[in-house]
């Protein structure tokens, strides 16, 4: 029956996670929210089909934190991470002081004792690791400044979370209960219990110390002698088990294993065998936070709010306000951009899933009593279970309103040149045609939208006006009455599409030049009127493959014949295909038979006759056949 009961647990929630997370992604709200709410379904509040075994499943599935922070840790090498010190420090320092402080003045006024206030204060300023880095790695916005300072901030509340443990028996009313806590838990038992102060201390640096030195002179040639085995799940089994016996070596003295695993990630980012660790681990730690979020929406008691709805969601909206003003302040503090400061508060605005344990101990120690901690409890579940709405809130409210109001507060540049070409983005893409068309003596006026752009390019020496290219002032003021060619060389598929559409309503005569990230935003494009269609990774990848024939054996010019044929080929049936997109039966029809014609008319180049005949114009072959000039 135990047997039938674990497997059924796992069904449920394997399930659960298959059927809500697809759709929850396809409604655009995020994989987060969908184990989130397929956790309050399946929960004892809602269907039933999982009950207080609820608990027990959090603690495993916080596991995939830890290997998640395992992972981080891969990410940052040590001179990365030195850089972050500020923004660790003063951030994170000072967003979780001002909170707690906060906080625990509220809560005085509101009756509760100093030391249960202080520990409400500290408990609520920590935010939730897993849903945010999930959510903001999903989003692609790891690499801003906003994600660099939540993940800042996050690793100072983590490391917080050590001397919270260790403040809160302190702040313990009665210290009988405290006592009597200590002898009727299990919480946290481990090998620095009954040791003086000074022999902990030296049990958390050797520990550390033990980490850091294993990582840099032990783990290595341990991975190269696994490796040789060329086992992939012996391999795999070293990875899990440096990162469990990392949580196990922390958690016995006294811990957190997230802060050890991160730490051990950190030595190892500069190991060679970083990328099979992130492969091996990243399945799991996916399963175990996916579970987790499951747990936490489980956790979530619809009795209790039911029975105090006024009190818990007032709490709530107060606990997500007061955070997000605080990182808003603390955001401009640190000069950050409106847009991304918006970001960075609305991301963080939650509390975290360390909450679950530290209310519980505070519990066991007698700091407060369970009629406080349980709506609390409560409240940091719904708060969670916020954040990806939150964040979307930010993307479809907040950011087209207020995310570019610095840009716009600067006016467009004063154009003082008129020239042929007109080009609309000079980033990566359309700088190199500028450059082109400038050394082969051609002039183009340049409009590009990102002001820090612009500052970097006139330090290049190049002239470059700010402004809106989809505006038709800011077109009439570069000369496009006058002008030939318009180049649009952005990134953004609207403002693509806008551009384009203002430019053939008020300049027709101009001959429109369009960069498309893909094929879809090609047939966009065509769909608009657009006859010169340049899709950005198509000269890249016939060039890659040119060069690979060239090292199979192919000669120059016939691999060049065989790109241009493909590059015409592909290029005419674009046009084809984007009249009959929308009716996918019919355009996978003709794009198979259009593939097949392809590849037939290639092979008869490769064998006909002309294969002879280039030959004759492949000087490059020769040269390298002969080693001498021909």
């Not at 110390?209 to 391999?235: C, D, H, N, Q, S």
């Not at 060389?489 to 599409?497: E, G, H, M």
């Not at 384009?500 to 966009?524: C, D, I, N, S, W």
């Amino acid at each position: 029956m135990h047997a039938e009961g674990f497997f059924f647990q796992a069904f449920v929630y394997l399930c659960a996670a298959v059927i809500s997370v697809p759709i929850a992604k396809r409604l655009g709200l995020g994989s987060v929210l969908g184990y989130l709410m397929a956790g309050m379904m399946i929960g004892p509040f809602g269907l039933g089909l999982i009950g207080e075994e609820g608990q027990d499943v959090m603690h495993f599935a916080e596991f995939g934190v830890v290997m998640m922070l395992f992972l981080i840790g891969l990410e940052l090498q040590p001179s990365r991470l030195w850089r972050l010190r500020g923004p660790i420090l003063g951030m994170g320092g000072l967003q979780v002081g001002v909170t707690s402080a906060i906080v625990t003045v509220i809560g005085v006024i509101a009756g509760l004792s100093w030391g249960a206030a202080l520990t409400v204060g500290m408990i609520l300023a920590l935010s939730s690791t897993a849903i945010v880095l999930q959510t903001m790695s999903e989003k692609g916005l790891t690499g801003t400044d906003a994600g660099q300072s939540s993940f800042s901030v996050l690793l100072f509340q983590d490391i917080a979370v050590i001397p919270m443990l260790a403040i809160l028996p302190l702040l313990a009313a009665h210290p009988d209960a405290l006592q009597h806590a200590s002898a009727g838990s299990d919480h946290a038992a481990n090998l620095t219990d009954g040791l003086p102060a000074w022999a902990k201390t030296l049990a958390v640096l050797g520990a550390m110390t033990a980490i850091v030195a294993g990582g840099r002179y032990l783990m290595r040639p341990v991975f190269r002698f696994i490796a040789k085995t060329r086992l992939r799940e012996i391999f795999t089994a070293a990875a899990l088990l440096l990162v469990i016996g990392i949580a196990l070596l922390m958690s016995e003295v006294g811990l957190s294993p997230a802060l050890g695993t991160f730490l051990a990630g950190v030595v190892l980012a500069d190991s060679e065998y970083r990328h099979e660790l992130e492969a091996d681990i990243d399945p799991f730690k996916g399963l175990l936070l996916g579970v987790f979020f499951i747990a936490v929406g489980a956790s979530v008691d619809f009795g209790l709010i039911a029975g105090q709805p006024g009190l818990v969601v007032g709490l709530v909206a107060a606990l997500i306000l007061l955070k997000f003003v605080v990182l808003f302040l603390v955001g401009r503090l640190f000069r950050m951009g409106l847009d991304q400061n918006l970001i960075f508060a609305f991301a963080l605005a939650q509390s975290g899933e360390f909450a679950f344990v530290l209310f519980s101990f505070a519990t066991q120690v007698g700091v407060m009593g369970s009629e406080i901690a349980n709506p609390l409890i409560a409240v940091v579940a719904i708060s969670m279970a916020t954040t990806p709405l939150l964040m979307l809130v930010n993307e479809r409210v907040f950011q087209p309103r207020f995310g570019t109001r610095e840009r716009d507060e600067r006016e467009p540049d004063a154009i003082d040149e008129k020239n042929p070409v007109i080009i609309a983005g000079f980033g990566n893409f359309g700088s190199v045609v500028g450059r082109l068309l400038r050394a082969n003596g051609v002039n183009a006026t340049v409009l590009e939208y990102d002001s820090d752009q612009v500052e970097l390019l006139r330090k290049l020496g190049l002239k470059v006006f700010y402004g809106d290219a989809a505006r038709r002032d800011l077109l009439e003021a570069a000369g496009a009455e006058n002008a030939r060619i318009l180049i649009i060389a952005f990134s953004d598929r609207d403002r693509t599409v806008d551009l384009v559409r203002t430019a053939k309503k008020h300049f027709p005569h101009l001959r429109l030049m369009v960069r498309a990230l893909g094929r879809p935003q090609a047939y966009e494009l065509i769909e608009e009127g657009v006859e010169h269609v340049y899709r950005e990774t198509l000269d890249t990848s016939l060039k890659m493959g040119v060069d690979t024939l060239r090292l199979l054996g192919f000669r120059a010019y016939q691999a060049q014949r065989a790109a241009r044929t493909f590059r015409r080929h592909d290029e005419k049936s674009l046009f084809e295909l984007a009249d009959m997109r929308h009716d996918q039966k019919k355009y996978l029809t003709v794009a198979r038979r259009r593939i097949q014609d392809l590849e037939e008319i290639l092979l008869e180049e490769i064998e006909g006759p002309s294969a002879d005949r280039d030959a004759g114009w492949d000087t490059d072959s020769l040269r390298e056949e002969f080693g001498q000039d021909v």
